[in-house]
T-cell receptor, first 113, second 113 residues
Framework: KQEVTQIPAALSVPEGENLVLNCSFTDSAIYNLQWFRQDPGKGLTSLLLIQSSQREQTSGRLNASLDKSSGRSTLYIAASQPGDSATYLCAVRQYSSASKIIFGSGTRLSIRP | NAGVTQTPKFRVLKTGQSMTLLCAQDMNHEYMYWYRQDPGMGLRLIHYSVGEGTTAKGEVPDGYNVSRLKKQNFLLGLESAAPSQTSVYFC????????????FGPGTRLTVL
């Protein structure tokens, strides 16, 4: 059974630092992996989608990597800003199945001004 | 372009009452999903649909029913609400794989007394 883990559950860093959020999964037979951010009381906003054949995706200050063999994905945030404060979730879609989408519990990120 | 919308935003029910949550998307997506989000449990898939007229069970379908009569709408029904169904409900939509980036609605906060 696929399990998706995000450690740490919470992280606080000063503004301007580069940081890495982690996502690990137990079954490497994934179709893709998606990173989201969720602001308090809001829905999820898609950040990056990485297909299983890709190693990384970039959008602005965000870079997501995928290593299926080790069951890991990282989300790199460059030059963090207070507006980056949110909960970040990763979700794994099992191979070509609409129902097999497993979410991690998220990392709550706080950027200190 | 509104993306994914959900109505209502908030609702309080008494045990045994029924209600329907409406999800609408204007991105012409084939796939639609209903999730619930609970503290400590993360996001869990309730039901999903891979096209108009189709529905399927997800991870936690008991106590819920769904219908997809039109491609743009996905309804979630609670026939006899229970306190265990107190949660935040999110709808999402996507294209079929490989372009299956999920887009989420803002959520419905439901309390069952």
């Amino acid at each position: 059974k696929q399990e998706v883990t995000q450690i740490p559950a919470a992280l606080s860093v000063p503004e301007g630092e580069n940081l890495v959020l982690n996502c690990s999964f137990t079954d490497s037979a994934i179709y893709n992996l998606q990173w989201f951010r969720q602001d308090p009381g809001k829905g999820l906003t898609s950040l990056l989608l990485i297909q299983s054949s890709q190693r990384e995706q970039t959008s602005g200050r965000l870079n997501a990597s995928l290593d299926k063999s080790s069951g890991r994905s990282t989300l790199y945030i460059a030059a963090s800003q207070p507006g980056d404060s949110a909960t970040y979730l990763c979700a794994v879609r099992q191979y070509s199945s609409a129902s097999k989408i497993i979410f991690g519990s998220g990392t709550r990120l706080s950027i200190r001004p | 372009n509104a993306g994914v919308t959900q109505t209502p935003k908030f609702r309080v029910l008494k045990t045994g009452q029924s209600m329907t949550l409406l999800c609408a998307q204007d991105m012409n997506h084939e796939y639609m999903y209903w999730y619930r989000q609970d503290p400590g449990m993360g996001l869990r898939l309730i039901h999903y649909s891979v096209g108009e007229g189709t529905t399927a069970k997800g991870e936690v379908p008991d106590g819920y029913n769904v219908s997809r009569l039109k491609k743009q709408n996905f309804l979630l029904g609670l026939e006899s609400a229970a306190p265990s169904q107190t949660s935040v409900y999110f709808c999402a939509s996507s294209s079929p794989p490989p372009l299956d980036e999920q887009f989420f609605g803002p959520g419905t906060r439901l309390t069952v007394l």
